[in-house]
């Protein structure tokens, strides 16, 4: 019983988490094709002016060896989760101070939301 009922508020207590990251992959790799696709790829071993964001969910921080990442984004040393990806993508320069990155951020959650459930089907 006392299994039961652990099971059952863990799977509670952790369902708006999930919940919160069930994005729509479909509408994200258009929000990614508009906002994101001029300087990152999602193709293994294709980098433009960011790194490829190829299986990127579950990798550390500055890890592609061909990408000349920043000072700032090495120094970070971070494992790119559905919620440091979407953190990141919200405001790129107040979460990476001193990164390369130009893009000011995705202001729309939804949109973020969905960009990142794309990337997670990237594998």
Not at 35 to 44: A, F, K, Y
Not at 79 to 101: L, R
């Amino acid at each position: 019983m006392k299994y039961i009922l652990a099971t059952t508020l863990l799977t509670i207590a952790l369902a708006p988490c999930s919940a919160a990251f069930a994005g729509d992959a479909g509408h994200g790799q258009k929000v990614f094709q508009e906002e994101c696709s001029d300087c990152h790829s999602v193709m293994t071993g294709k980098n433009k002016k960011g790194p490829s964001l190829f299986n990127v969910v579950g990798r550390k921080s500055a890890t592609i060896a061909d990408f000349n990442y920043s000072d700032a984004m090495k120094a970070k040393n971070i494992e790119w989760s559905i919620e440091t990806i979407a953190e990141y993508i919200k405001a790129p320069k107040k979460s990476v101070p001193g990164g390369k990155m130009k893009y000011d951020g995705l202001d729309d959650a939804k949109a973020r939301e969905d960009v990142v459930a794309f990337l997670a089907t990237l594998k």
